[in-house]
């Protein structure tokens, strides 16, 4: 029993690190960065419901000592917005925004999909419609996701 459970264990291992492997190097760590987020996100907006948000910064460094975010994000930070399939659990879309530069609104943008076993996207070459909404959440340098109190 001890062997059949050490090998599903390798299975399933082996089937998240190739899904992993299929996204940009620098994101594919994203599950181990900081969850914006505290339960998972289910209202309404652009992207389907049940939604994690990661970013790559602590939050020491993501946060002022009036607990919001320090704005404008510095150049190198990135957002990750997970998609959950409600039934299967499974991630379906990621989402990513990355910083350009120091300066508010200058963003990246990036979508993947899940086919099969591997995520298919990357870089956007016509991010319109993520700019063109993003751009309401100006006050918060293109982020609508608060951050979680915890």
């Known amino acids: 029993m001890k062997k059949w ?4 264990g390798l299975l399933f291992a082996g089937a998240v690190l190739g899904q992993v492997s299929s996204l940009a190097e620098n994101i594919r760590n994203y599950a181990s960065w900081t ?8 209202t309404a907006g652009a992207h389907a419901l049940g939604k994690d948000v990661y970013v790559n910064l602590t939050p020491d460094r993501l946060l002022g000592a009036n607990g919001n975010y320090k704005l404008p994000f510095g150049q190198g930070t990135i957002f990750v917005k997970e998609r ?3 039934q299967s659990l499974q991630v379906t ?3 990513v925004m990355q910083k350009r530069s120091n300066t508010a609104g200058d963003w990246a943008w990036a979508a993947y999909e899940r086919k099969g076993d591997t995520f298919q ?3 956007l070459a016509n991010p319109a419609m993520c700019v063109d909404c993003h751009r309401q959440a100006s006050a918060s340098d293109q982020v609508f996701t608060p951050w979680g109190r915890r």
């Open 93 to 95: 879309n990621i989402y």
């Open 84 to 86: 959950v399939d409600p």
């Open 35 to 42: 969850r914006v987020n505290v339960n998972k996100i289910n």
């Open 5 to 8: 459970m050490a090998l599903a």
């Open 121 to 123: 996207g990357g870089a």
